[in-house]
């Protein structure tokens, strides 16, 4: 494992026919370094749909204004070019109108990029995408899901070489989770599964690294056992309220270097950071997030590099 980073961001994986290649320039070793690019997804053709109980309830109650939230993505990517971060693009396409989350069709990796197996009928095609987008940009893919199910938002790169899986069943199932389980315990990572109600949809509403040894976590609702993994890891726990982590509070960007992309609801977290020395950008999500996620679901992190 050690050896992978003798080189930065020299990355070496297997391909599907078992050879060994080697690419310089893309990957990380943790999602806390300096993020350099970052592929998004575009709401050109974002549409509301019924993806989870929170953007069913909006859908009900209140509809997503879809020009509202394209404004808010463009406010989004702002930010980003704000940070100096490149932007790559997937494809749009009108058949694929929940593409703008990005994290979900594909995992970067130190390795190459997985592509993983969407649940829901109507994004499965995404994935499809993400390996049209990884031979665009020339970067390799490790492997695919094949077994069940499984989504980006649930692959949680804790810290070098650990890795929390969620598994809420809706989403991404056991027989997903243990595939990729089976991969990293390979490579000599550690793997942890976190069983999520379905509810939580991925693993990364409600536990999301900030910095080294700094982690956000919404207490109310992660397993206890999961908050004691990471302070037996000498992790500082920075509370994310209930009612915020339901507005996708915990849902945000590390940029490395003590920068934060946050949402503007998420007042607590935006506080406590910015108390801990952080430049946050604030950006105001709320109606895109009505759609079913929020900045960390909008973002695969290609690139990171080490301080």
Not at 151 to 166: S, T
Not at 229 to 236: E, S
Request: hydrophobic residues 40%; charged residues 25%; negative net charge.
């Amino acid at each position: 494992m050690t050896a992978l980073f003798d080189e930065p961001f020299s990355l070496q994986r297997r391909n599907l026919k078992g050879d060994t290649e080697r690419l310089t320039n893309w990957g990380f070793r943790n999602e806390l370094d300096r993020l350099t690019d970052v592929l998004l997804g575009s709401p050109a053709y974002l549409r509301h749909m019924a993806t989870s109980s929170l953007s069913r309830k909006h859908l009900r109650e209140n509809p997503c204004n879809i020009q509202v939230a394209q404004a808010q993505h463009k406010e989004l990517v702002s930010a980003y070019e704000h940070f100096g971060v490149r932007i790559h693009w997937h494809e749009p396409t009108p058949e694929l109108p929940m593409q703008v989350y990005s994290r979900d069709s594909s995992v970067m990796t130190p390795y190459g990029a997985i592509i993983t197996a969407m649940s829901q009928p109507w994004r499965r095609g995404e994935n499809y995408a993400a390996i049209r987008t990884y031979e665009k940009l020339g970067l390799p893919i490790y492997d695919m899901v094949t077994a069940g199910t499984f989504e980006g938002g649930d692959f949680n790169v804790i810290e070098d070489g650990v890795v929390l899986i969620g598994c809420g069943g809706a989403r991404t199932n056991e027989d997903g989770a243990r595939q990729v389980k089976d991969w990293f315990d390979k490579e000599g990572w550690e793997t942890r599964l976190a069983f999520i109600d379905e509810y939580y949809v991925h693993i990364d509403l409600m536990v999301v690294p900030i910095a080294e040894k700094l982690t956000a976590v919404c207490l109310d609702c992660t397993d206890p056992a999961i908050v004691g993994w990471l302070k037996d890891k000498g992790h500082d726990i920075v509370n994310v309220p209930f009612p915020d982590t339901m507005a996708l509070g915990c849902n945000f960007m590390s940029l490395g270097n003590s920068k934060i992309i946050a949402p503007t609801s998420s007042k607590v977290l935006i506080e406590q950071l910015k108390a801990r020395g952080f430049e946050v950008a604030a950006v105001d999500t709320a109606e895109i997030s009505k759609t079913g996620g929020g900045i960390h679901c909008m973002a695969q992190a290609l690139r990171r590099e080490a301080a």
